[in-house]
Nanobody, 120 residues
């Protein structure tokens, strides 16, 4: 079984920065694409940033130039550096990873979510 555990959320003023981390743990697995999603109150969950196993990245237009996704494959960890935060970035942020597990095959895994609140 693989688990994703996020950390780094919190309350910040507009213009501030936060760094989210997500580490995958388990036995005998290989991580493919990793990403961050968010869901604001009353809205659908949306993809924020994705990073492939070879480091290619993709961002939703609203965060381009402000957020940076990165990963450390040796640590099975993905990061989201969020700068110039805006109140509209307020949401629960979820880590997602597409993972191949030797026992069960490939599947999508989700973290428990971490709250990011940006005050104006």
């Amino acid at each position: 079984q693989v688990q994703l555990v996020e950390s780094g959320g919190g309350l910040v003023q507009a213009g501030g920065s936060l760094r989210l981390s997500c580490v995958a743990s388990g036995r005998r697995f290989r991580i493919n694409t990793m990403g961050w999603y968010r869901q604001a109150t009353g809205k659908q969950r949306e993809s924020v940033a994705l990073i492939t196993s070879d480091g290619s990245t993709n961002y939703v237009d609203s965060v381009k130039g402000r957020f940076t996704i990165s990963r450390d494959n040796a640590k099975n960890t993905v990061y989201l550096q969020m700068n110039s935060l805006k109140p509209e970035d307020t949401a629960v942020y979820y880590c997602n990873a597409n993972i191949w597990v030797i026992a069960t095959g490939t599947d999508d895994y989700w973290g428990q979510g971490t709250q990011v609140t940006v005050s104006s």
